[in-house]
């Protein structure tokens, strides 16, 4: 995507708000970021909230997704199924790779 301008990233970071992708908000807030701060500017209260609610909700469904792939780890380690533990264990630990790697997204 081309370079935007301070406003249009507010903009499209309120539209990805708004479509419930906030994937995409942590995006246009990060580069909103990284502009910002090459020119010495501080953001606003307005964009530290858009850059919040963006990383909270990211954040909070990884999260849900981590615990309930560890719940059912715990079943499945439970009923012996050593089959489903593997691919359970496998497939939390791509959730934890994803949590873990928040804090470089852009």
Do not use: C, P
């Amino acid at each position: 995507m081309e370079t935007l301008t301070r406003d249009q990233y507010i903009y499209m970071a309120k539209l990805a708000e708004q479509a419930e992708r906030y994937e995409e908000m942590v995006k246009f807030m990060g580069k909103l970021v990284v502009g910002t701060a090459s020119t010495g500017a501080e953001l606003t209260v307005e964009e530290r909230n858009l850059l919040s609610v963006a990383y909270k909700n990211v954040i909070g469904s990884l999260r849900a997704a981590w615990r309930i792939v560890s719940s059912i780890e715990q079943k499945e380690e439970g009923r012996k199924n050593d089959d489903h533990v593997a691919l359970v264990k496998d497939y939390r630990s791509k959730s934890h790779l994803e949590l873990s790697g928040m804090s470089g997204y852009r």
